[in-house]
């Protein structure tokens, strides 16, 4: 049983910018896809990003293409989110998660307890 835990949300203004990191238990970041996923209050959750465990390939949400940048630290045994120029549209609670394939979500197996981010207008 994998754990993953996410940091580095917080209260930002619109065009500013944000790191998130995700780190994990035991090899769940180098044997899994990586995603980052969003959930804004009343919405379904959804893909945001995400990269394979060799950091060779990634995948983003058309919304955050260009702004959000997806990363592999392996000296920290992390995966980060870099986003910049954040948008009003932005805010939400952010999991990282970790499963077998890039963009289907079901396949997400092991999940973090989210991180906030809210961006102001």
């Known amino acids: 049983q994998a754990q993953l835990i996410e940091s580095g949300g917080g209260l930002v203004r619109a065009g500013d910018s944000l790191s998130l990191s995700c780190t994990a238990s035991?090899?769940?970041?180098?044997?899994?896809?990586t995603g980052w996923f969003r959930q804004a209050p009343g919405t379904e959750r959804e893909f945001v990003a995400s990269?394979?465990?060799?950091?060779?390939?990634?995948y983003y949400a058309d919304s955050v293409k260009g702004r959000f940048t997806i990363s592999r630290d392996n000296a920290k045994n992390a995966v980060n989110l870099q986003m910049n120029n954040l948008k009003f549209e932005d805010t939400a609670v952010y999991y990282c998660?970790?499963?077998?394939?890039?963009?289907?979500?079901?396949?997400?197996?092991?999940w973090g307890q989210g991180t906030q981010v809210t961006v102001s207008s």
């Open positions: 998660a970790a499963g077998n394939s890039p963009l289907y979500t079901p396949s997400y197996v092991y």
């Open positions: 035991g090899n769940a970041l180098n044997s899994y896809y």
């Open positions: 990269i394979r465990w060799s950091g060779d390939r990634t």
